[in-house]
């Protein structure tokens, strides 16, 4: 899509689409600017849901139900006070607590995949899809066993928040997907009341801003949220940058040189190929920018990969420097919703890449070239077939 950004940036920044019905922004300040005002809404849930026809509406109210409570989705004073709340449980004490886990999820990996002596594998699936899936079931205290069931509930829901077309049976497994997930769930946060336990569950559990708590469907509703928000972009982040230094060998033998060139890489990587291209907006108050008018009701695409690109504040854009400096790419937004999982992220993305080069000094791209994903919101790819021993 950077073809294509380029000429939106210097062409139409503030574009209309007649096609999306939606406004388009893909320049740096741009972007910024609209993350950070209050005259853009997130609530773009209930727009499209009072839209449906009554039995759809009717199939959809237990997941909607629960979506409306997603932080990502709700705006001040509700998205404040829950903000609040969740900062109890997200401190970088809690997630600097995790990382001998994920060296554990990580070494592991690694070790079936030098155990099986296969050389060619898709490096997503066997490995980029694993970390985050499994970094977040143990957060959870989800069974690793349940991987595969987890995620068929979660591509069922997906079918409704990635907004996938032409299924003539998509609500109906949305509202299955929704409806096991949530028990699920429900029924772990029970538990763990009733029987505490140290962890991140426990500290979500008992999280209290000024003596107030979430809700027992709140904390359903944030352990979904934390299911969606943190896995695939987590795994683009994984095969992001596999892809990336394998496509650049001196930066690649740069970091192996020199491992305390991680953090610059894992910046870089987010910056040039971000894992999500958009964030989308409704307009709630009339809003002028670039000499345009956003008005009340209509939808925003702001591109946050177009911004990272741009090049009125990084020089040399399309460059895939890790040494870059400074680098302050907007790929967690910006603003009240930027990222809670951001440093887990980031703790994620350092160690599996780190290891993954270490344990396989020869790894190279396949000959079959990677797949990637054909949407408009995330970046990363489906396959990257990768030879572990070169
Ligand atoms: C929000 C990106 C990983 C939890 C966001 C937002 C972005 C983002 C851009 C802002 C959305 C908006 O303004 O509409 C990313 C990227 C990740 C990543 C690129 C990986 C590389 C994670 C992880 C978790 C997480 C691992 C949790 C385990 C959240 C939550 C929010 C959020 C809860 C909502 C915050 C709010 O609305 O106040 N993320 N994220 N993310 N992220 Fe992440």
Aim: charged share 30%.
């Amino acid at each position: 899509p950077f073809p294509i950004y380029a000429r939106l940036r210097e062409e139409d920044p503030v574009h209309w689409s007649p096609s999306l019905k939606s406004w388009i922004i893909s320049r740096y300040t741009d972007v910024r600017d609209l993350l950070l005002s209050d005259h853009l809404s997130v609530r773009r849930l209930m727009q499209f849901y009072s839209s449906l026809p009554p039995q759809d509406a009717a199939l959809l109210s237990d997941i909607v139900k629960y979506l409306d409570l997603w932080l990502a989705f709700r705006d001040p004073p509700d998205h404040t006070r829950v903000r609040r709340i969740l900062r109890h449980a997200f401190t970088p004490k809690a997630v600097d607590a995790m990382r001998p886990g994920i060296e554990e999820i990580v070494h592991h990996l690694l070790d079936q995949l030098e155990e099986r002596q296969a050389d060619r594998i898709d490096l997503i699936r066997e490995f980029a899809l694993l970390v985050p899936a499994y970094v977040i079931m143990d957060m959870l205290e989800v069974p690793r066993e349940m991987l595969a069931e987890f995620k068929s509930w979660s591509d069922d829901m997906a079918v409704f928040i990635g907004g996938a077309r032409n299924a003539d049976d998509k609500y109906h497994r949305a509202a299955r997907g929704c409806q096991k997930m949530s028990s699920y769930f429900r029924e772990i946060i029970n538990e763990r009341s009733a029987n505490p336990r140290p962890g991140f569950l426990m500290d979500l559990i008992n999280a209290r801003d000024e003596g107030d708590q979430l809700t027992e469907d709140e904390l359903v509703a944030t352990c979904i949220l934390i299911l969606f928000a943190g896995h695939e972009t987590t795994t683009n982040l994984i095969g992001n940058a596999s892809l990336l230094l394998l496509r650049h060998p001196d930066q690649l033998a740069a970091l192996r040189a020199d491992p305390a060139l991680i953090d610059g890489a894992i910046e870089e990587v987010l910056r040039h190929d971000g894992p999500t291209n958009a964030l989308v907006r409704v307009v709630a108050q009339d809003h002028e920018i670039e000499g345009r008018k956003l008005r009340e009701g209509e939808r925003v695409f702001v591109m946050i990969n177009s911004a990272n690109r741009d090049p009125r504040i990084f020089e040399d854009p399309d460059r895939f420097d890790i040494r870059r400096n400074p680098n302050r790419h907007l790929t967690f937004g910006q603003g009240i919703h930027v990222c809670l999982g951001a440093r887990l992220a980031r703790e994620e993305g350092r160690v599996a890449v780190l290891e993954l080069i270490k344990r396989f000094p020869d790894l190279a791209l396949d000959d079959e070239p990677p797949e990637w994903l054909d949407a408009m919101v995330p970046r990363g790819t489906r396959r990257l077939p990768v030879r572990l021993r070169g």
